[in-house]
């Protein structure tokens, strides 16, 4: 690979300069793959695609650093040369996925409430803010306490507060093996089992119910696996990889239905809510997927009773995403976009209006 | 902003507050003089005790409405200097919030109060087969506020992550007295994630008055087993054998000789006392998974040249060996009048080089160092030996200090891993970030206390106070105007 060629860092510090002088907002856009997710925005592209390439990786370090456009498939593949994982599992959703676009979309895959989230796996990262000053955050050692933490800030913050050029993350040893069972459960029985479960000091790693039946993956060393089987029972599912890779990259046969498809994160073992359509459970029941013709309102007012709050995942009103803030919250959080983001030309509106 | 009007301030906040409530003299204000890092010290101007949430949010509109600074304390266990109070400020103590809230045993969440101690919360869920992780060594007396506010680590949280890991939702009060909720119930909240920026914020950018931590089932199974090296390099590269094997110890801690015989001597943990560098290697989880690791463990240790390896013999054996561990710093302490504890944290492969420029710097200082670390997640704690009463020791103290800081920065690490900048290190924050970065944290702040009055000269230091500082760095030393951290 030649390096120099995959180092733009140099013309996206002068294009994002250039839009902050002339007040021009930008559209940063990664491989594509999570374009759907967020509010709609108007702006000059900046593709930070070209900018990639691995930085730096020692696996006993249990670090890896990468230029933001280097493609998720890449660092995988390289990670399980060496017998590690990126274990916020970070849903794809194309073939183009990057390593910023996962971090800046702030999602994570089936292992979360287990492994953790994709912020809790940022170590440090590089950004450019919206004067077009490349700036670092954080490191690539595990524990830094110099400095706001403003490189998990950027989890999430869909690219509204800095335009991600690198990222260092934890990296974490695959399981010696993995195992999927597989229990005929309804929604409230499911979600009232993984709830017993999770309390008690079990290898668990995933969690999904659908239509009637609950799998749940189980990791870590053979005898370690022997051992929970035999207190849980359950079916063993052939192929539970294939499973838990659909159920996160939205591949699964509950994801084809070309409808709006809302997302619902509450307390894991809230009782199933009350809304009427197609469901499926994953995260334990802490992360909701639903089709329904219910109005919005009705799912924001469901998700927030149970403790939560929902999001309009695909297709729908693109104006009105997620869930609406308090006010004194969003006016907070509008004064820290404008101290990263001054002309407000990064990723305008995508997360919320003025955001 | 306008100057500080105290005497109304005073008037005000004593009507705010119950009888009790507001600390005035001087006698009652000594015991807030300094927190963990005692060679730094100062009088508050004064120190409000509030009960409530409402007394909080008046306290701060008060002290903001008439430009007082406001200096957040919990336990006072810090050891930067975070909690040190400002001759002109307000202390606020959090000391009587310690209420636990809630406890939610099937979403695994404990809702506390900020003054309420870290080892309190797994206590109290106990009796739920669930506990708190974060540990660290103070966790008997250092509150969960305070843990927040420095993102505090402990022996364990190469497996289950820093306090930001272990936290779902805070409530804080603004500067303008506003109470707003981050984070939540659910495993992610909307928005920008504030809960996160919060985590090691240093009380700079608001009081926090409730935190919602997670919870884990408390493992069936843990084991520890100690192996002795001669060198250690050695014990480095062993401990990152051990991870680079695929195992994710629960805590890999090393100690060097002098600390392993500090310890030894302090609590008669069974360590080998000849061992030039001693790692702790704890394993946790279902029994069956714990026994199939300990055998991969015990070769990997053997491999890289352990002379002694060896499992705890029973769970008492095996809490024996922590105590040592645990108690490491005050049995340190024994050795010399006072010591200084260093937080910096480096990409682990350095750290023979990193041990072995300690160790000659050692010398030329004329200074002992012990060393105690979190060796998984490379984050040394060198104590520097020292007697304040020597003239001129603890300025070449804090010299090697900073020096042992600027290394860590030049090995691509950080000035500090758990323990914070406060006013300890604000000077080799000058050395880890740029002017760049500097100033986007001033930005940051502004965007939550545009008046600069929360814990103001703490953490990150002022573009002036760099140039100083890189004026006077070169002989290292102290500063000739210490009153340049209120700028
Ligand atoms: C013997 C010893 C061992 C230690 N071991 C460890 C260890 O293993 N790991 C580790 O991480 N630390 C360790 N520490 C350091 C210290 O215990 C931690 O930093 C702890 O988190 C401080 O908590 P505290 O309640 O004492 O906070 P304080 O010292 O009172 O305050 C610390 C900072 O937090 C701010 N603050 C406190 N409460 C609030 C609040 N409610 N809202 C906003 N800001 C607030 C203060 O302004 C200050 O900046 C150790 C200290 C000692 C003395």
Redesign the interface.
């Known amino acids: 690979m030649n390096e120099a060629a995959h180092d733009k860092l140099d013309s996206l510090r002068d294009q994002v300069a250039q839009a902050f002088e002339a007040r021009r907002p930008l559209a940063v856009t990664g491989g594509g793959s999570k374009a759907f997710y967020g509010r709609p925005v108007e702006g000059e592209p900046l593709a930070v695609t070209g900018h990639r390439g691995i930085l730096d990786y020692?696996?006993?370090?249990?670090?890896l650093s990468a230029r933001a456009g280097t493609p998720l498939a890449d660092i995988e593949a390289l990670l399980a040369g060496h017998?590690?994982m990126l274990a916020f599992e970070p849903p794809h959703f194309g073939p183009g996925a990057t390593l910023g676009g996962a971090v800046a979309c702030?999602l994570s895959g089936p292992r979360?409430?287990w492994a953790?989230?994709v912020?809790?796996f940022v170590l440090g990262v590089s950004i450019l803010?919206g004067r077009g000053?490349?700036?670092?955050?954080g490191?690539?050692?595990?524990?830094?306490?110099?400095?706001?933490?403003?490189s998990?800030?950027m989890?999430?913050?869909l690219g509204t507060?800095g335009v991600l050029t690198a990222v260092s993350v934890k990296v974490?040893?695959?399981p010696?093996t993995e195992a999927t069972l597989v229990f005929e459960r309804d929604a409230a029985a499911a979600i009232e089992a993984c709830?017993r479960w999770?309390?008690?000091?079990?290898?668990l790693s995933a969690a999904c119910h659908h239509a009637g039946r609950l799998y749940l993956r189980l990791s870590?060393?053979?005898?370690?696996i022997?051992?929970?089987r035999e207190q849980l029972g359950g079916e063993a599912l052939n192929d539970g990889d294939a499973f838990w890779t659909s159920l996160r990259d939205h591949r699964h046969p509950f994801f084809d239905a070309g409808r709006p498809l809302w997302r619902l994160?509450?307390?894991?073992?809230s009782p199933p809510l009350a809304l009427a359509g197609d469901g499926l459970l994953d995260?334990g029941g802490?992360?909701r997927w639903l089709y329904t013709d219910a109005p919005a309102e009705q799912v924001r007012e469901a998700a927030r009773a149970a403790?939560?709050?929902a999001?309009r995942f695909r297709g729908g009103d693109r104006g009105d995403v997620?869930?609406p803030?308090?006010a004194?919250?969003?006016a907070?959080?509008r004064?820290?976009k404008?101290?990263?983001d001054p002309a407000g030309i990064l990723n305008p509106g995508r997360?919320?209006e003025g955001? | 902003m306008p100057a500080a009007d105290l005497r109304a301030c005073d008037a005000a906040l004593r009507r705010l507050l119950p009888a009790g409530g507001l600390l005035r003299e001087e006698a009652e204000l000594r015991p807030y003089e300094c927190d963990g890092l005692s060679a730094y010290r100062r009088l508050p101007w004064r120190v409000a005790l509030p009960e409530t949430v409402e007394q909080v949010q008046a306290v701060v509109r008060c002290c903001r409405d008439h430009g007082v600074p406001v200096v957040a304390r919990g336990a006072g266990t810090g050891l930067s200097g975070g909690a040190l109070p400002l001759e002109d400020g307000l202390l606020l103590s959090l000391a009587k919030f310690n209420r636990i809230l809630a406890i939610?045993?099937?979403?695994?969440?404990a809702t506390v109060e900020p003054g309420v101690r870290n080892l309190a919360v797994s206590e109290a869920v106990a009796g739920?087969?669930?506990y708190y992780a974060p540990d660290p060594s103070s966790q008997i007396a250092c509150s969960i506020g305070g843990n927040v506010a420095?993102?505090a680590?402990g022996v364990h949280?190469?497996k289950y992550?820093?306090t930001?890991?272990n936290v779902a939702a805070l409530k804080l009060v603004?500067l303008d007295g506003?109470l707003?909720?981050?984070g939540?119930?659910?495993?992610?909240?909307?928005?920008?994630?504030?809960a996160?920026?919060l985590?090691?914020?240093e009380g700079l950018?608001g009081i926090l008055v409730e935190v919602t931590v997670r919870l884990l089932?408390?493992?069936?199974y843990a084991q520890v087993v100690i192996a002795a090296f001669d060198d250690v390099q050695q014990a480095g590269d062993a401990v990152?054998?051990v991870?680079?094997a695929?195992?994710?110890p629960a805590g890999l801690e090393m100690m060097d000789t002098l600390a392993t015989r500090a310890a030894e001597d302090f609590v008669h943990a069974g360590y080998p006392a000849d061992a030039a560098a001693l790692v702790l290697c704890e394993l946790d989880?279902?029994?069956?998974?714990v026994?199939?690791?300990l055998e991969r463990v015990e070769a990997v240790l053997r491999e890289r040249g352990a002379t002694t390896v060896r499992r705890a013999r029973d769970e008492a054996d095996r809490l024996r060996l922590w105590a040592g561990r645990k108690a490491a710093f005050p049995a340190v302490g024994r050795l010399a009048p006072d010591y200084y504890c260093m937080d910096g944290?480096?990409?682990?492969?350095h750290l023979g080089r990193v041990l072995a420029t300690i160790a000659r710097w050692s010398e030329e200082y004329g200074l002992p160092v012990a060393n105690v670390f979190?060796a998984?997640?490379?984050?040394l704690h060198p104590l520097i030996l020292y007697d304040a009463n020597q003239p001129g020791e603890l300025e070449r103290t804090e010299a090697f200090g900073a020096r042992i800081l600027e290394l860590c920065v030049a090995c691509?690490?950080?000035?500090?891993?758990?323990?914070?900048?406060g006013v300890e290190?604000i000077d080799q924050?000058c050395a880890?970030?740029g002017a760049?970065?500097l100033e986007?944290?001033h930005?940051?702040?502004?965007?939550?206390d545009p008046q600069g009055l929360l814990n103001p000269g703490k953490?990150?230091p002022t573009l002036a106070r760099c140039a100083e500082y890189g004026r006077l760095h070169v002989h290292g030393g102290r500063l000739p105007h210490p009153e340049l951290e209120r700028f």
């Open positions: 020692e696996p006993s370090e249990l670090v017998g590690q702030g979360r409430p953790g989230a912020r809790d803010n000053e490349p700036l670092s955050f490191g690539r050692v595990m524990k830094n306490v110099a400095g706001y933490d403003l998990r800030l989890a999430g913050a507060l974490l040893p695959r010696e709830a999770s309390a008690r000091p079990l290898p870590g060393s053979e005898r370690g022997r051992g929970a994160s509450v307390p894991p073992a995260w802490g992360q403790g939560g709050h999001t997620f869930q803030l308090p004194p919250l969003l907070l959080q004064r820290l404008q101290a990263l997360l919320y955001l | 939610d045993p099937d979403n695994r969440l739920h087969g669930l420095e993102n680590g949280c190469l992550g820093l930001v890991n603004t506003e707003l909720t981050l939540g119930r659910a495993l992610d909240a909307p928005g920008y994630d504030l996160a920026l985590n090691g914020s950018l089932p408390v493992p069936d990152a054998a991870l680079a695929g195992i994710l989880g279902s029994r069956a998974e026994e199939a690791q944290t480096i990409p682990r492969h979190h998984g997640d490379g984050n691509g690490g950080t000035i500090t891993g758990e323990h914070g900048v290190k924050m880890q970030f760049a970065e986007q944290f930005a940051v702040k502004r965007a939550f953490a990150v």
